[in-house]
């Protein structure tokens, strides 16, 4: 009789055969790996952002011609206190998660009060329900009335705009870089080389449709530049001014109607060298092509703050020009650490302005002249603090790059163009 030896269990049980483990394994780990990547997905990827403007009145300020343009100190208070109220706002209530950024995009009178153009910037699931959406801002912004030192009016009226209205307000205005334009968290310059939009209000001059000097476009029809430029071809048909990053392929190029040079420019001092350039047409501003902010007269700038210059100019001493739109990282000095005689020993007067690097190194060079130094004030618009004017030699310590001074020709500018 054979005996029948029983097999151990673990063979005969179904369960325990080691392929259907393998596979209940396998199957578990993928089911665990889908749900992993759903919730990915529809926590972080299948967000959107919303537009939303807003204008509100602001009842307890008084409007006066100072609150008219974003150099003072005014219009920069009163919109970074209205930010700031509607940040806050939303940073305390149910939607500060979705709340992203708010910019006053324009202050207007009204009456003998201020009004407030808003843009508000969220960003939620794609399928959320925008109407709810929008009461929900609403009734946030409600409570602002009664928040902080400011008399803000209930806003009556909340739109939801598109990306593309909200790029339109904001490159209407002065100053905004692509950050701005698309209220992003965060601002990156890295890098020499330029992108397209990075620097909307830089311009080539270009003399017989070859880049000769930079320039910067101060309104839809002026562009602020340096005298020294026009020393040998004062005459407007042989120049053209073009747009974008690249000098060979630009996004336009428009003719030049008139050249006005300050008349008390001296290329022996090199004091007063800046020009305003009119030209032919206005331009439409868009995301690529808009104007940079004029300081204000009084304005001071701060030795020791970052500044940036840009332009098509040599990279290095003797070197050619570049057709691709470069940018350098810069600070400020002080005219008496430029005059000192290690320096410029002297050579610095009261409308020039110097900025470089400690070691040299960053430097505008032959080329960059006429170009935008800008500073990014507290709001993220950008201001043009200088006019790339002389150096000795490029990038070498001690001798950093010369500016113009712009806040000294703050009246000057006016007298020309108005602006
Ligand atoms: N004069 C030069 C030009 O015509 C600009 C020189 C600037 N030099 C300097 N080291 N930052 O392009």
Redesign the pocket.
């Known amino acids: 009789i054979p005996v029948l030896r029983p097999r151990p269990v673990l063979w005969q049980s179904r369960f325990y055969n080691p392929f259907v483990v393998a596979l209940v394994v396998i199957t578990t780990v993928g089911i665990l790996a889908m749900i992993v990547g759903l919730l990915i997905h529809f926590l972080a990827f299948d967000k959107k952002t919303y537009f939303y403007h807003s204008s509100f009145q602001i009842l307890n300020v008084e409007y006066t011609e100072a609150l008219n343009s974003p150099a003072t100190q005014e219009h920069r208070g009163l919109s970074e206190r209205i930010e700031s109220m509607i940040t806050n706002a939303f940073r305390e209530s149910n939607l500060r998660s979705e709340f992203i950024r708010t910019h006053v995009v324009k202050l207007r009178k009204e009456g003998s009060g201020v009004i407030a153009d808003v843009v508000m910037k969220f960003r939620s699931r794609k399928r959320s329900n925008r109407g709810l959406m929008k009461n929900r801002i609403q009734s946030v912004l409600q409570r602002l009335s009664n928040s902080g030192n400011l008399e803000i009016s209930p806003s009556n009226e909340i739109t939801s705009i598109t990306n593309q209205d909200t790029e339109n307000f904001l490159t209407q205005e002065c100053g905004a870089r692509p950050d701005l334009i698309t209220l992003s968290e965060e601002r990156v310059i890295g890098g020499i080389q330029a992108e397209t939009g990075d620097w909307p209000w830089q311009v080539s001059l270009q003399l017989d449709y070859v880049h000769h000097?930079?320039g910067v476009l101060i309104s839809n029809s002026w562009v602020l530049t340096?005298a020294?430029?026009f020393r040998s071809y004062s005459q407007p048909q042989q120049w053209t001014a073009t747009f974008g990053v690249s000098t060979i392929r630009p996004m336009l190029r428009l003719k030049i109607r008139a050249i006005l040079a300050h008349t008390n420019y001296s290329p022996i001092t090199r004091d007063n060298d800046i020009a305003v350039v009119q030209l032919d047409r206005p331009v439409t501003f868009s995301r690529n092509i808009h104007r940079v902010c004029l300081p204000a007269a009084t304005q001071s700038i701060i030795p020791g703050s970052v500044a940036y210059v840009t332009g098509w100019?040599s990279l290095t001493?003797g070197g050619n020009t570049v057709a691709a739109l470069q940018q350098g990282q810069v600070r400020i000095i002080s005219s008496d650490e430029c005059n000192e005689p290690a320096g410029y020993s002297g050579s610095v007067l009261p409308g020039m302005l110097c900025a470089?690097l400690p070691s040299g190194a960053v430097?505008?060079?032959?080329?960059?002249?006429?170009g935008p130094l800008v500073q990014e004030d507290s709001r993220r618009l950008w201001f043009v603090v200088g006019i790339?004017?002389?150096?000795?030699?490029?990038?070498l310590p001690n001798?950093?790059?010369?500016y113009t001074r712009v806040t000294a020709y703050r009246d000057w500018i006016r007298q020309q163009t108005g602006i």
């Not at 430097?363 to 006429?370: E, F, I, K, L, T």
């Not at 001798?399 to 010369?402: A, E, M, N, R």
């Open positions: 000097c930079g340096a020294h430029c100019g001493y470089g430097d505008a060079c032959q080329g960059d002249s006429g790339v004017s002389w150096g000795y030699q490029c990038g001798k950093p790059g010369v």
